[in-house]
Nanobody, 115 residues
Framework: QVQLVESGGGLVQAGGSLRLSCAASRSTFVINAIGWYRQAPGKQRELVASAWNSGSTTYAGSVKGRFTISRDNAKNTVYLQMNSLKPEDTAVYYC?????????WGQGTQVTVSS
């Protein structure tokens, strides 16, 4: 497994931006896929964005065009740049990583978007 530490959450007004970071305890070269889920109060956890070792990325339809996921393999870190934030983006954001073992999760970071 991989230890993941998220940072960068906070409170922002609608239309603003935040960048989340997820630092991995192991080289991201051994991580097949890494990305972000989010969970809003009373809702199920949903996949936001993923970055694959191949270089490809995928996004939830609700964030496509506004969020960008990127990997810095030299820093073992993945980022989620979130622009044009909306109140409905308010949630706890969790970093995840898939290696050969069970999926690893970070502790979560709160993102709150005020209207």
């Amino acid at each position: 497994q991989v230890q993941l530490v998220e940072s960068g959450g906070g409170l922002v007004q609608a239309g603003g931006s935040l960048r989340l970071s997820c630092a991995a305890s192991r080289s991201t070269f051994v991580i097949n896929a890494i990305g972000w889920y989010r969970q809003a109060p009373g809702k199920q956890r949903e996949l936001v964005a993923s970055a694959w070792n191949s270089g490809s990325t995928t996004y939830a339809g609700s964030v496509k065009g506004r969020f960008t996921i990127s990997r810095d393999n030299a820093k073992n870190t993945v980022y989620l740049q979130m622009n044009s934030l909306k109140p409905e983006d308010t949630a706890v954001y969790y970093c995840y990583a898939d290696t050969v073992g069970p999926r690893s999760w970070g502790q979560g970071t709160q993102v709150t978007v005020s209207s």
